[in-house]
């Protein structure tokens, strides 16, 4: 008898324990960590226990056979090792200055990952954008702008204008849409682009800029539904306010971001789709409904 009431104290002790863990959601801004080396994203984005993702990478099955191979003559690995591919060129990097690194900067601002105006200086914040846009397509994240670096964001963006060299406006390219937006009512959110398109029927009605969780808090990916709205949420985990929240895996949420709104890609959050226009924001915490789909995708 004393051993069964002992097993049933500690299955009660667990079973409050999580309940505690769920009733806690939200997520508030964080400062991004020096070691990612670029704004924040986007997923690639561990997130809080209490809302972790459940998937995990399979282990590697073990081998049914515990002898070791046999190693390879010295003839053999010398005959398999491929010839060394030659690094590509640098063509800017920190302490660069002029009409191309203007252009850099204008053009990593069209995708999301330059927030200021364009100088013609290559500093920190050019190194950590190049740093972030390198990592996000696995390139090798050295934060210099080398001929391969350069060669992909050319393919991704338009040449600046006058207006964007400037710093007075951002062209950026359309969000290409995923295929599980285009039916029915849906928060359409892109990690490559870094936007949030609204989506009814397959025809865009609203779009703007959003930033998500860093390495260490990451944005889950795949599809969910809104199943919670909280005009002036606050986190019950950061204590930060969440305006016009709309919770759709856990305690991560859309939500309005003053930290955003004042640092841009500079921070990141804690695993919510941060929104800086409040106006949008607010317009489309009007419009969806509790069921309607959020595709987040890269």
């Given at each position: 008898?004393?051993?069964?009431?002992?097993?049933?104290?500690?299955?009660?002790?667990?079973?409050?324990?999580?309940?505690?863990?769920?009733?806690?959601?939200?997520?508030?801004?964080?400062?991004v960590?020096?070691?990612?080396?670029?704004?924040a994203?986007?997923?690639?984005p561990?997130?809080?226990?209490a809302?972790?993702?459940?998937?995990?990478?399979?282990?590697?099955?073990?081998?049914?056979?515990?002898?070791?191979?046999?190693?390879?003559?010295?003839?053999?690995?010398?005959?398999?090792?491929?010839?060394?591919?030659?690094?590509?060129?640098?063509?800017?990097?920190?302490?660069?200055?002029?009409?191309?690194?203007?252009?850099?900067?204008?053009?990593?601002?069209?995708?999301g990952?330059?927030d200021?105006?364009?100088?013609g200086?290559?500093?920190?914040?050019?190194?950590?954008?190049?740093?972030?846009?390198?990592?996000?397509?696995?390139?090798?994240?050295?934060?210099?702008?080398?001929?391969?670096?350069?060669?992909?964001?050319?393919g991704?963006?338009?040449?600046p204008?006058a207006?964007?060299?400037?710093?007075?406006?951002?062209?950026?390219?359309?969000?290409?849409?995923?295929?599980?937006?285009?039916?029915?009512?849906?928060?359409c959110?892109?990690?490559?682009?870094?936007?949030?398109s609204?989506?009814?029927?397959?025809?865009?009605?609203s779009?703007?800029?959003?930033?998500?969780?860093?390495?260490?808090?990451?944005?889950?990916?795949?599809?969910?539904k809104?199943?919670?709205?909280?005009?002036?949420?606050?986190s019950?985990?950061y204590?930060t306010?969440?305006p016009?929240?709309?919770?759709?895996?856990?305690?991560?949420?859309?939500?309005?971001s003053?930290?955003?709104?004042?640092r841009?890609?500079?921070?990141?959050?804690?695993?919510?789709?941060?929104?800086?226009?409040?106006?949008k924001?607010?317009a489309?915490?009007?419009?969806?409904?509790?069921?309607?789909?959020v595709?987040?995708?890269?």
């Amino acid at each position: 008898m004393r051993r069964n009431h002992h097993t049933t104290v500690i299955a009660k002790t667990l079973a409050a324990t999580a309940v505690v863990a769920v009733a806690a959601v939200g997520c508030g801004p964080q400062t991004v960590k020096p070691a990612s080396g670029a704004p924040a994203a986007p997923g690639s984005p561990s997130a809080p226990a209490a809302f972790a993702s459940a998937s995990h990478s399979p282990s590697a099955s073990a081998s049914t056979d515990d002898k070791p191979a046999a190693a390879p003559s010295a003839s053999a690995a010398t005959a398999a090792k491929p010839a060394a591919k030659p690094a590509p060129k640098v063509l800017m990097a920190n302490g660069s200055k002029g009409a191309q690194v203007k252009e850099l900067q204008a053009r990593l601002a069209q995708i999301g990952w330059f927030d200021d105006t364009p100088t013609g200086t290559y500093g920190a914040a050019t190194t950590a954008a190049v740093k972030g846009f390198q990592g996000k397509r696995g390139l090798p994240a050295t934060g210099k702008t080398d001929s391969v670096t350069w060669d992909r964001l050319l393919g991704m963006t338009t040449k600046p204008t006058a207006q964007e060299l400037a710093g007075r406006a951002v062209n950026k390219p359309a969000a290409k849409l995923d295929p599980r937006c285009m039916t029915g009512r849906a928060m359409c959110i892109s990690k490559t682009s870094r936007s949030l398109s609204w989506v009814v029927d397959g025809k865009v009605q609203s779009t703007m800029d959003v930033r998500f969780g860093s390495q260490y808090t990451p944005t889950r990916e795949g599809v969910f539904k809104v199943f919670e709205k909280s005009r002036n949420h606050v986190s019950t985990i950061y204590h930060t306010a969440m305006p016009y929240a709309m919770f759709f895996s856990g305690g991560q949420a859309v939500h309005y971001s003053s930290d955003f709104a004042a640092r841009g890609y500079n921070g990141a959050s804690h695993g919510c789709v941060n929104v800086r226009d409040k106006a949008k924001i607010a317009a489309l915490f009007d419009q969806v409904r509790n069921g309607d789909k959020v595709v987040v995708y890269w």
